[in-house]
């Protein structure tokens, strides 16, 4: 798997944390925002920044994608935070009840 495709899994989170802050469970956007890796492109990175700063996490979230850029945090967290935001997609899809 390449890349651009592993990383899509860090967009389907950052999407799934704007649903939850849509429907009002900012606690649980937070969590996920927090969960993603690096989003895909300039336009998924813009809009991952300015949903930190509509929940309040705008310093913690820079701090969590530079950490999520440092190639060290490649073995715990995949290429660019793709592992886990691959657990964090498949859990919040059962938790939803949509797998």
């Known amino acids: 798997m390449d890349g651009t495709r592993i990383r899509q899994s860090n967009d389907c989170v950052l999407l799934l944390a704007d ?3 849509t429907e009002g469970d900012d606690d649980r956007a937070r ?3 927090l969960s993603m890796g690096l989003a895909q ?3 998924t990175v ?3 920044r300015d949903l930190a700063v509509r929940l309040g996490i705008e310093d913690e979230y ?3 994608e ?11 967290l ?3 935070g793709s592992e886990t935001a691959g657990a964090t997609l498949r859990s919040e899809l059962a938790r939803r009840g949509w797998t």
């Open 41 to 43: 492109s300039c336009g």
């Open 31 to 33: 969590s996920l925002l």
């Open 78 to 80: 995949g290429v660019l």
């Open 46 to 48: 813009a809009f991952a």
């Open 19 to 21: 649903l939850a802050h």
């Open 66 to 76: 530079i950490d999520a850029m440092n190639p060290d945090s490649n073995t715990a």
């Open 62 to 64: 820079r701090v969590h």
